[in-house]
């Protein structure tokens, strides 16, 4: 199985366009090592001839373009087979409207997810009236074949965030996914949104041999302490790496080959690539994700 890491920061990129932050101001002056970064989502593939998207993110034009394998042939026919939801947000979902010039597009998404980007964002409803849609419900726990070598089976994600435009279902709204290399039983977990490591999460995780993980905040009062914002990470929806309940201390106790943070808030020190905070990760032999990022497992 190969998978493309096409972006791999949160919601704005980084640097994100109106933001001053350490970060950002070292990306843009050059004086801190730091890689920019474009807004997440992944590619998967069994041959690396047909693959398979996992979110679409506002990036996704030029996320594309810096990859040779989803240019499209000769016969302008797209390499892309269909787009994984994980969630309904924005920065998730609006490079679909981009994805409009195609011959039709296939959408994996919650009942939760679909009736959000239908009624509420409208998403899918700009979409329809310029390519085919076909929605494919994504049931959690079910097991679904991704053309010939990969399967997936997503998993709910709790969440108390409250959703913009969301519809009554409380379920589904936030998902991971388990990807399943069918000849191999190799799997890779993708999982850029999660509020918190429960008991439940951990054992979806347990026995995978990557996983792709929200990375969002270093902190849980990230925000707040730089006065950019009053909410804390999981207000937003997001488990912090360190501090009580933090990602990094459960993660280090599973026996997983390859453990990467992905969705990376521009806020958050590990993006520079010389901070204590990163070399922490290091310590503990957790990647930081980059565009361009391959697996093969």
């Not at 030029?62 to 787009?83: K, N, W, Y």
């Not at 589904?172 to 191999?184: F, L, Q």
């Not at 026995?207 to 990470?233: N, Q, R």
């Not at 905070?277 to 697996?295: K, Q, S, Y």
Request: net charge negative; hydrophobic share 35%.
């Amino acid at each position: 199985m190969f998978t493309r890491v096409l972006g791999s920061a949160a919601g704005g990129g980084f640097p994100q366009w109106n933001c001053a932050c350490p970060q950002c101001r070292a990306a843009r002056s050059g004086s801190r090592p730091c890689i920019p970064r474009s807004q997440s989502s992944i590619a998967v593939s069994a041959d690396r001839k047909e693959w398979f998207l996992f979110n679409a993110s506002p990036d996704i034009q030029s996320q594309i373009e810096a990859f040779d394998d989803l240019h499209p042939d000769d016969g302008s026919v797209t390499r892309m087979q269909s787009v994984m939801l994980t969630d309904a947000e924005l920065d998730h979902t609006l490079g679909l409207l981009l994805m409009r010039e195609g011959r039709g597009l296939e959408v994996h998404a919650t009942e939760s997810v679909y009736e959000t980007l239908s009624t509420g964002t409208g998403v899918l409803r700009t979409l329809e009236a310029y390519c085919p849609v076909t929605w494919k419900p994504v049931v959690p726990g079910d097991e679904v074949m991704l053309g010939e070598g990969l399967s997936y089976r997503a998993f709910d994600v709790p969440t108390t965030k409250r959703m913009r435009f969301a519809g009554a279902a409380e379920n589904g709204r936030v998902v991971g996914y388990t990807i399943t290399d069918t000849s191999s039983g190799q799997r890779l977990v993708y999982l850029p949104c999660v509020q918190e490591l429960t008991p439940g999460i951990l054992a979806e995780l347990a026995g995978s041999s990557a996983l792709l993980i929200d990375g969002t905040c270093w902190s849980d009062d990230e925000m707040p302490s730089l006065g950019l914002a009053s909410k804390t990470s999981r207000d937003m929806g997001h488990v912090p790496i360190t501090g009580p309940g933090g990602s990094l201390e459960l993660l280090s106790r599973l026996p997983i080959e390859r453990k990467i943070y992905i969705h990376i808030n521009n806020t958050n020190p590990i993006l520079l690539d010389d901070s204590p905070e990163r070399l922490h990760l290091d310590r503990h032999d957790i990647g930081v994700a980059v565009d361009g990022l391959e697996l093969e497992i």
